[in-house]
């Protein structure tokens, strides 16, 4: 008999029927709080998730059979969630002069200060706004003065002098804090950020003396109060970002994070100038950044990693069948325990490594996985005459080039699995060791296979996506070893759709926007970072939480007490997976390789990559100069188009030939400095 289950039915339990669709920027905080993808909705309802992504966009709207089980799905989740659309907080009334003002309550900000501009924009609400336990939004910028400023103008009284009376009154009277991501995962705990006044009023020093620790020593008085106030600090004690915390009571966190910014809570090089915005303009700044991708934790690399957990909770409650009683389990598409890395995958510091190779030993590339991103320049004696008649040379640079290569990209979820002699499936993430040598291609390219760009010498350990690109190139390969990854599957997906989301819209109220044409959207990105400070802060740490959180999916020992071959405490986390970064880097230089070979059959070819930066030589001083055009004018398929969305390129820089030139003869990247400074420093 066949079967009769509803596709829909499988993501959700059966909910009452809602008529009428909600708003497109609600459909997608439904699906992303109740924890699906859009690839999941589009297979239920047998569409493409290009499909699913337009209607949340609001570029298109379903019809018919496929619009009533779309809002089916829709209102089974809200049902399910209890949810409803967020809702602003509303504007306090004026409080007359001579009333008293309650203990925590919201003050207009025209009575201590003027409102900034900031607050006068008209940004989405916080979803935090929906729930009356977070009512004055997720954080709040704490002046010297007991002022606590919120988001959209808010502002709050604080009586607090000391750390624990503080984090006492946070938790008790500020209504500050987010609600989960994720149905599974756990609510945001609020965040106080300190000005260099509120922390010398709260006894804090001015400058942090131990940069090494970037900590309070433990006999602090600071460190004492919060001891003898029965608070507890977590391992990596009081520094620039701090949590207080005792353990949870009856399933409720009591925890606060803390972040001093003249303790250089906010990393310039991901943040800019943004602690020296006034306290009202900076709490906006990172309450948006919260809404749009999660409350600060950290730096921007911590809060990117944080941010794949709260998406992607490692557990879930499952009923015990014997017992009937709610417990915790695994969540399935979730990293739910740490793994230890396969072998070549581990870097050097790693136990297994140890156990395996004498101190000191320098590992061949058939020993450890080797995939990063591009730096590579062209052999200047490779130049033709033809080339070196160009005046310019133009670095074109790839929007969230990681962001992009995340996206629907599969990777192991569980263990690695030895096999020999295997046969390659590209389906299956793991490392590989084959010999690709063999390859040939053209020496005015880089290489795709190895960082460097030069050929491979010998068999090698590869990712998956590096392996499939040569047999995309049509090439046969032939793994005499791998660590392979039975369990697999989407798992940044949700990670990507959010830190998209947040980009695009980031950049909207910059003023670029999708479907610009070419010459727009060049005039555009020059001045978009003049065009308000703040978001460009925003737009940085966006971008810095991309690049961070891949970053920190293998992070090194840190501490000078560390010594080679011992564990450290990343280990214990099931985000540290090495394997799932080399995963996304090689498909960002895959990506970067194949539209790389699209260009060199138009007869042009770069003289200079660095990770998402290609520098090609050019009659006139822009990207519109040389980017070739089919016959019809249009941007050549398959190649670098000028545009907004990740993937796509901008204008990076413009120097003379003779410039590029010279660096070439002295061994020196082009893509590096192409801006006037050096790329890796200032965190592109």
Known sequence: MASTSDPVDALLKPGPRRTRLPEPAERSRLRTEYGLTQAEVAEALDVTRTTVAGWEAGRSEPQGATRAAYAKLLDGIAAQLGATAPTPVPKSAPVPKSAPVPECAPVPAAVTRPAPAVARREAAPAPAAADPRFAHGPL????????????????????????????????????????????????????????????????????????????????????????????????????????????????????????????????????????????????????????????????????????????????????????????????????????????????????????????????????????????????????????????????????????????????????????????????????????????????????????????????????????????????????????????????????????????????????????????????????????DPARAALLSAVKATVKGGIGKLRERPQGAGYRPGERWPALDRPTWRPDIRAAVIATARVNMHRKMVRFAGAGLFPVAVLSDCAVYLSDGPGPLDFLPRTPEGKPLPGGFRLGVSPGMVKHEGTQSLMWAVELLEDGHNPARHIKGGDAALDGE
């Open 140 to 531: 709040a910028v704490l002046d010297g003065d007991g002022t606590a400023y919120c988001a959209g103008g808010l502002v709050l009284p604080c009586p607090a002098t000391d750390v624990p009376s503080l984090v006492e009154w946070t938790l008790t009277k500020a209504k500050l804090g987010a609600p989960r991501l994720h149905r599974n995962g756990k609510d945001a705990d609020p965040l106080i950020v300190l000005t260099a006044a509120a922390a010398e009023r709260l006894g804090l020093p001015a400058v942090l003396e131990d940069r090494r620790a970037l900590r309070l020593p433990a006999d602090h008085d600071v460190v004492r109060r919060i001891a003898r106030a029965k608070w507890q600090l977590t391992r990596r004690g009081f520094g620039p970002w701090a949590r207080v915390y005792r353990p949870a009571q009856d399933g409720r966190r009591q925890c606060v994070q803390l972040a001093v910014l003249s303790w250089g809570a906010l990393d310039t090089r991901s943040w800019g100038d943004a602690e020296h915005l006034p306290p009202p303009e900076l709490a906006q700044l990172l309450a948006d950044y919260a809404q749009r991708v999660i409350t600060p934790r950290g730096s921007t690399a911590v809060s990117g990693l944080e941010l794949m957990t709260a998406l992607r909770p490692p557990t879930r409650a499952v009923r015990d069948e014997a017992t009937g009683a709610w417990v915790s389990g695994p969540n399935p598409g979730a990293l739910t325990q740490p793994v230890d890395p396969a072998p070549p995958e581990a870097p050097d510091e790693h136990p297994v490594v140890a156990s395996l190779f004498a101190r000191g030993h320098r590992r061949t590339p058939d020993e450890v996985l080797d995939e990063e991103a591009f730096e590579w320049i062209r052999d200047p004696q490779l130049l033709t005459d033809h080339e070196c008649a160009r005046k310019f040379a133009v670095g074109i640079d790839v929007n969230m080039a990681f962001a992009a290569a995340a996206n629907r990209l599969n990777v192991g979820l569980g263990a690695a699995v030895h096999v020999r002699a295997p046969q390659f499936d590209k389906a299956l993430p793991g490392s590989w060791l084959v010999d690709l040598s063999h390859i040939d291609v053209d020496p005015r390219l880089p290489n795709p296979f190895t960082p460097d760009g030069a050929r491979p010498e010998g068999p090698a350990w590869y990712a998956t996506p590096t392996v499939a690109y040569a047999v995309e190139l049509g090439h046969e390969v032939r793994p005499t070893e791998a660590y392979v990854r039975p369990e697999h599957g989407a798992y940044l997906d949700a990670w990507y759709g959010r830190l998209r989301d947040a980009y695009m819209t980031t950049m909207a109220e910059l003023g670029v926007v999708p479907g610009m044409p070419e010459a727009d959207f060049i005039a555009a990105m020059e001045q978009h970072k003049q065009a």
